[in-house]
């Protein structure tokens, strides 16, 4: 089904293959996996639209993509932090689709001490990816998930001077910090210098609009379930604007997930380089 939505970017509405999908969609998601691993095989058609735009990234050989899943109302947890589950079945898969295409997920302190995730790929096919948390001020306990020891690498972003005290096997990328906070472009470097390519910024909020801030995302996949929370935390957080000719307007593509609607930000024209 293609639909237009609105009248700025011609949008397309494809249903994805929700949990139970039949086996020849395993077969081609395989065939997916095996093309973004060589870069000479075509994407099989099925999920061309929705991931190739992952496959490379347009600068420093990255590709980064965020990723948020919230409310009609934008809200990515209740107000004490309980985010589990506000995306459905559909949703979940997805992320874990991202996870799969990916060499590397980052998330910030907050949400590792909020949800304790394993960041993992679970729900389909595909290794997992990276694990990486940014805690400058050494917040995280060392039993948290992130740390298993799993075969993934594990990594800490914290700050210069942050003795770090890790379990065996984790690694630890120390970058400067200017009032507490590593700049985005420093991370992306610091990641690429450790041999990643493919990044997803899984959250939260925070983490999440300090790369969009900086230009540092290609792509920002945000999931909308049919909530409204009416109160909680918001997807976003960027500097105050006056006019909404301020505001980012951006050129997106749609897609269904079963009853929540995907939305596939191109930033990649906001997307900076800074050395
Ligand atoms: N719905 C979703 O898709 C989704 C996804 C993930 C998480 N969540 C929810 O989001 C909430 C957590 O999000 P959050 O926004 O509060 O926190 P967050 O983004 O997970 O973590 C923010 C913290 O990470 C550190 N950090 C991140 N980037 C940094 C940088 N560039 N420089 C220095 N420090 C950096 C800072 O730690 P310090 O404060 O120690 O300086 C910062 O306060 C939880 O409730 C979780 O359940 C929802």
Redesign the pocket.
């Known amino acids: 089904m293609d639909i237009t939505i609105g009248t700025r970017s011609p949008a397309c509405l494809t249903d994805i293959p929700a949990p139970g999908q039949a086996d020849h969609e395993q077969e081609s998601w395989q065939a997916l996996l095996t093309a973004f691993a060589n870069h000479q095989l075509d994407l099989p058609e099925r999920w061309a639209e929705v991931f190739g735009s992952l496959r490379r990234g347009s600068k420093e050989n990255l590709m980064v993509v965020g990723?948020?899943?919230?409310t009609i109302d934008g809200r990515?947890?209740?107000i004490?932090?309980?985010?589990?589950y506000?995306?459905g079945a559909a949703g979940l898969m997805h992320?874990h689709r991202l996870r799969a295409l990916v060499d590397a997920v980052v998330?910030?302190?907050?949400?590792?001490?909020?949800?304790d995730?394993l960041l993992t790929v679970r729900l389909v096919a595909g290794k997992h990816p990276a694990r990486i948390?940014?805690?400058?001020?050494n917040?995280l306990h060392a039993d948290a998930k992130i740390f298993n020891a799993d075969g993934a690498r594990r990594i800490v972003?914290t700050e210069l001077d942050q003795k770090y005290p890790v379990a065996a096997g984790v690694e630890v990328l120390r970058l400067p910090?200017t009032d507490?906070?590593?700049?985005?472009h420093a991370?992306l470097r610091g990641l690429a210098s450790l041999g990643f390519e493919r990044i997803l910024i899984?959250?939260?909020?925070?983490?999440?609009?300090?790369?969009m801030q900086a230009g540092c995302l290609d792509r920002l996949h945000v999931?909308v379930a049919p909530i409204i929370m009416g109160s909680g935390?918001a997807?976003f957080?960027l500097p105050a604007i006056e006019h909404m000719d301020q505001a980012k307007r951006l050129t997106v593509r749609a897609h269904k997930l079963d009853d929540e609607v995907l939305f596939d930000c191109d930033l990649s024209a906001q997307r900076i380089v800074q050395n």
């Open positions: 990723q948020i899943g919230q990515i947890a209740t004490t932090g309980h985010s589990k506000i995306n992320l998330v910030g302190v907050g949400t590792a001490i909020a949800d995730p948390v940014i805690d400058p001020k917040r972003i910090t507490g906070k590593i700049s985005p991370i899984e959250g939260g909020a925070d983490t999440v609009s300090r790369f999931i935390r997807g957080s």
